[in-house]
């Protein structure tokens, strides 16, 4: 469950809440990523320090320790209240830092991949083969050492008329 703003203000000391401040919607948008881990290290020691002194109140309470004060606590749900609203917090800074961090990566990613566009279109070049059958010179004529048989053209003539007088046969029937 979310806590307001003005509970936020009432359980938190000045500095405290200065920094929180910062951490809320419109104000942390307009935050550098220096500035986020800065604060990020700040909600850390913040949180961790109420942990610390929520857990010592409840040794108290149950008297496994002696009290802090003059007089042993008898209820420790402030503390533990200030933890969730540091707790809180770093939920909202971590996640506006990976949310620039994203953003950051996907410039470098569009980047990266304009410019291999460009390299490819640079060194675009078109590969034929060359013609020679070495790198020494162009391809050379070999003749055929076997001999060809060479068709008389009568035969050639020949064969032709028969398949026509063949076909002739067959459409007369």
Known sequence: MSIPISAEKRMLTATEFEVVEQTHYPAIMALPKEDLSNILKLLRDYRNKARDRSRQQRR????????????AVGDNSGTERKGEIFA????????????????????????????ALELKRRYR????????RNANGPMTVIENPNATVTVDP????????????????????
């Open 88 to 115: 809180s917090a770093l939920k909202r800074v971590n996640r506006e830092l990976s949310r620039i961090k994203k953003q950051e990566s996907q410039k470098i990613q569009g980047a990266h991949a304009r410019r």
């Open 154 to 173: 009568r035969e050639i003539g020949r064969m032709s008329q028969f398949i026509k007088v063949a076909q002739a046969r067959r459409d007369s029937r």
């Open 60 to 71: 108290e309470m149950r008297g496994k320790s002696p009290p802090r004060a003059a007089v």
């Open 125 to 132: 070049v078109r590969h034929h083969p060359s013609t020679t």
